[in-house]
Nanobody, 124 residues
Framework: QVQLVESGGGLVQAGGSLRLSCAAS????????IGWFRQAPGKDDEFIGG????????YYSEFVEGRFTISRDNAKNTVYLQMDSLKPEDAALYYC?????????????????WGQGAQVTVSS
């Protein structure tokens, strides 16, 4: 199994940037497809984007509008979500997730392991 630990959440002013980290332990992230999701109060979970394995293909939801970037560092066994030009409506609890065997997926039910969540708050 793999464990995922998220960090990097916090408070940022609108228009600012934040980078979330998702550090894996127990297994190499190279064996997994990676997805990022978020949940805002009173709203449904949203798929943000994903990193496919083994080809490294990137997929983003339309609402990202080029503001978010997913990457990985195999040496650190970590994946990242870089968020720029943040808006108040981006405030949410952000999750990374790992999927073994079939690359990334677009739905929560497709993933096997989850991070604990990182809170992102955006002030006006």
């Amino acid at each position: 199994q793999v464990q995922l630990v998220e960090s990097g959440g916090g408070l940022v002013q609108a228009g600012g940037s934040l980078r979330l980290s998702c550090a894996a332990s127990g297994r190499s992230i190279s064996a997994y497809g990676i997805g990022w999701f978020r949940q805002a109060p009173g709203k449904d979970d949203e798929f943000i984007g994903g990193l496919n394995n083994p080809d490294g293909g990137l997929y983003y939801s339309e609402f990202v509008e080029g503001r978010f970037t997913i990457s990985r560092d195999n040496a650190k066994n970590t994946v990242y979500l870089q968020m720029d030009s943040l808006k108040p409506e981006d405030a949410a609890l952000y999750y990374c997730a790992a999927r073994l065997g079939y690359g990334m997926g677009f739905h929560k039910d497709e993933y096997d392991y989850w991070g604990q969540g990182a809170q992102v708050t955006v002030s006006s």
